[in-house]
């Protein structure tokens, strides 16, 4: 009896340690007999309620670097709307630098807009709470609403862009968020490209998948970008950007068990992305 009760204080005890998240105790037991069961079972919830910690305070990190994140790229465009809001209080600016920060605004609020939706639609995707409706599309339909998304930044760019025939290759996709993923692809090749240039898009399938290929013009993807071009955030070393497009297409599909490769070809780069059968 005197054992027992001295059993039951020593796992009275542990559980307590337990419950105030110490998951460091060692309650492996090679004795048999029930009280040696018991203190397997505690033993293995012990386990779990580590893993449990481990993933909340792993999603607690992200969280707070996503927001550490978040804050960054919304402050770098607040702070230069806001000087150029100061410099337009100015009677005497010229007219012709007024035209140029009022343009500057238009496009500062467009970039904002855009970050804002499409940490929106990360933030969905994360969440779990987006259902892909999937549906048979011409590819072709697909690429010329990406390209109608864009009409303002490739004209203001003085930009175009030029579709191979690939003949009437049909995908089953959600038309909707994969004319996302594509947008945000050839809205990458456009920022990549000089201006006054052609972006190149192609499409086809083979037996494992149907493909949509965008080339652009911007001398290729360096070393020490390419591990890290789908992480969200990343900020290539060549040209500034929110970090946030490419990782939304990718995980635009992913979700749909799509795949987007990414190599260097010619003077460029060229991003494929891959609707598996």
Known sequence: ????????????????????????????????????????????????????????QSEKDALRDALTNISHQLKTP??????????LEDENLPP????????????????????????????KLDAGAVEFRREPIYTRALIAQSVENLKILLDVRGQSVTVGDGGAVIIDCDAQWTAEALTNIIKNAAEQSPEKCAIRVSYGENPLCAWIAVTDSGGG?????????????????????????????????????????????????????????
Do not use: C
């Open 96 to 123: 012709e630098r007024r035209r140029e920060f009022v343009a500057g605004l238009k496009i500062g609020l467009s970039h904002m807009e855009w970050l804002s939706l499409a940490l929106l639609k990360m933030a």
């Open 1 to 56: 009896m005197i054992i027992r009760k001295k059993h039951i204080r020593e796992l009275s005890e542990s559980i307590r340690r337990i419950r105030d998240g110490d998951f460091t105790l060692d309650l492996r037991d090679n004795a048999e007999g029930e009280w040696s069961i018991l203190k397997s079972d505690v033993r293995k919830l012990t386990a779990r309620l580590a893993e449990q910690s481990a993933v909340l």
């Open 221 to 277: 993807i360096s070393k020490e970008d390419m591990p890290h071009l789908f992480r969200r955030f990343y900020k290539s070393g060549k040209q500034g950007g929110f970090g946030i497009g490419l990782p939304l297409s990718l995980a635009i599909m992913r979700g749909q068990n799509g795949d987007i490769d990414a190599e260097n070809v010619n003077d460029g780069a060229v991003f494929t992305l891959k609707f598996f059968r």
């Open 78 to 87: 607040l702070t230069s709307l806001s000087i150029m809001a100061e410099l």
